[in-house]
């Protein structure tokens, strides 16, 4: 049985790491020097959307889009292509329909996830994996890794919804990689 469409919720998604200390010059070069992600393309799922800017909340989560058709980044967090992982999220549905990442847990491994750069370059990632977590036991430090290989998260609602807390249950994250240079 399917749950009806709900509100977009708070979408708790774990505690961002927080920077501490470095100037935005030294910040932006941890980043690497790859350009912001403008737009997003997941063929699988017919998605192609623009992206949004999304910061750290006040409680130490993520926020959300305040719109469920729209999809956001972490503005202050990795580039596509640079080190560490660039996070996508987006609400599953709302009270009206789906949300933008409605089709989010029909990707499988293999899937292109295309990031459009606002320097009119793009990066493409493949999916590697779809894993599901409650709430509160999120995988901050693998979902929200500021070091490493360029990598992509894309995460959203899933499981069962909570009637009584008003919001899923669950988040599912899907981990991908960059393509292999061609």
């Known amino acids: 049985m399917t749950e009806p469409a709900r509100t977009p919720g708070p979408l708790a998604i774990g505690a961002v790491p927080v920077h501490t200390g470095p100037t935005e010059a030294v ?3 941890e980043r690497g020097h790859a350009a912001p992600p403008i737009r997003i393309r997941i063929p699988a799922i017919g ?6 800017g999304l910061g750290v909340q006040q409680d130490g989560h993520l926020g959300v889009p305040p719109d469920p058709s729209q999809i956001g980044w972490w503005s ?3 580039r596509p292509g ?7 999220v ?5 009270t009206t329909g789906p949300g933008a990442f409605h089709g989010l847990s029909t990707l499988r491994p293999g899937d292109e996830v295309i990031l459009a750069r606002d320097d009119r370059t793009s990066v493409t990632f ?9 709430k509160d036991t999120l995988p901050d430090s693998q979902v929200y890794a500021t070091t490493g290989p360029p990598a992509l998260r894309l995460i959203t609602c899933s499981g069962t919804y909570d009637r009584a807390r008003g919001e899923y249950r ?13």
């Open 90 to 94: 987006g609400h599953v549905d709302s």
């Open 27 to 29: 910040a932006s070069a």
């Open 82 to 88: 640079g080190p560490g992982a660039t996070v996508v």
């Open 170 to 182: 669950d988040n599912l994250v899907v981990y991908a990689a960059p393509a292999p240079e061609a």
């Open 126 to 134: 493949i999916v590697q994996a779809l894993r599901q977590y409650e």
């Open 76 to 78: 202050d967090g990795p």
């Open 47 to 52: 998605l192609d959307q623009p992206l949004i």
